[in-house]
């Protein structure tokens, strides 16, 4: 395995992060996290950290976390574990790139990344998540979800590219389908990144005047800096009637897209017993990760129950 000081000589390609967060608003994390607090941070977009994680503290963190998800793939290929993890959030709100983190030092041979195109004609005449259920992970398989069938709860609902009969049949059938991967032994988990307005767009400047990203650009996500309202009454009906005790929401703050990424995996890593998991691992950070029932109290809670 390569010396960490080796490792750190070429991973420095986010130094340019600006060292500051805008609207940032510094919380108390001495004591325990009250739950207005944390309400705050996802539902009001407050950041409780006034400055980005220093480049090097990232990637020591990530160095450790990427050793314990090689350790994590060996238990999936011996066991022949399925795990699903499924991405979502705003455009720009780094779910790619976290996706590309965990992947970095994986086996391909057993972890791939799903991110589908538009449908085509046959698959518009095909049941809405028959194209989806192709891709999902077989024995000893880990696959990532680059966007999922939720884009009918969030994109199309937005955009107008269902109808309202569509989506209640969406939801009709989401849980249940949920339900049943999780009753087949499959790891499911959903990752929702929030991402705050003024973050977002930053992140779409870089994207018009860095050649590099500027294929990131597409008129959606133009489109989609004008329907910001209507993207958040979407998630909030979304993680309403999807937000389950067999498969929750778990939200990540990401205006830090290295924290993101950093939590993100702690997750992963807490919730699957893996063999030889390290004793040293460090459980996600209450201001950047909560469930969508711990924001949003007002679920009814009788009502999650009863879709467990």
């Given amino acids: 395995m390569r010396d960490f000081d080796e490792y750190l000589q070429d991973a420095f390609e986010n130094a340019d992060e600006p060292p500051e967060i805008d609207g940032a608003v510094p919380l108390d994390t001495s ?42 793939q060996n238990w999936v290929k011996e066991t022949g574990a399925k795990v699903l993890l499924i991405f979502e959030g705003r455009d720009a709100a780094g779910k790619g790139s976290t996706i590309k983190r965990f992947l970095e030092h994986l086996n391909p041979r057993g972890a791939r990344v799903v991110a589908l195109d538009r449908p085509t004609d046959t698959e518009l005449g095909q049941w809405y998540f028959q194209r989806y259920l192709r891709h999902l992970p077989g024995p000893g398989e880990i696959v990532f979800f680059d966007r999922s069938w939720y ?98 929401w778990t939200l990540i703050k990401s205006d830090d897209k290295m924290r993101a990424r950093l939590q993100t995996m702690r997750v992963v890593l807490h919730r699957i017993a893996y063999a030889d998991k390290g004793p040293q691992l460090l459980p996600p950070d209450p201001l950047l990760v909560a469930t969508a029932s711990e924001v949003y109290p007002e679920f009814d809670r009788a009502e999650l129950t009863a879709r467990r």
Avoid at 36 to 55: Q, S
Avoid at 198 to 203: A, G, M
């Fill in 151 to 248: 884009n009918r709860a969030g994109v199309e609902r937005v955009m107008g590219f269902s109808s309202d009969a569509q989506r209640e049949e969406f939801f009709d059938q989401v849980v249940p389908l949920e339900q049943m991967l999780v009753r087949s032994r499959v790891h499911l988990m959903k990752f929702y990144f929030s991402v705050s307005q003024h973050e977002q767009r930053r992140r779409f400047d870089m994207r018009r005047t860095d050649p590099l990203k500027r294929w990131k650009l597409s008129p959606m996500d133009l489109e989609s800096e004008k329907r910001w309202d209507a993207y958040s009454e979407a998630k909030l009906d979304m993680f309403r009637r999807t937000h389950t005790e067999t498969a929750p």
């Fill in 31 to 72: 004591a325990a996290v009250p739950q207005d607090a944390r309400r705050n941070v996802f539902v009001e977009h407050a950041y409780p950290y006034a400055t980005r994680i220093g480049v090097r503290d990232y990637y020591s963190q990530k160095y450790d976390l990427q050793i314990e998800l090689v350790k994590l």
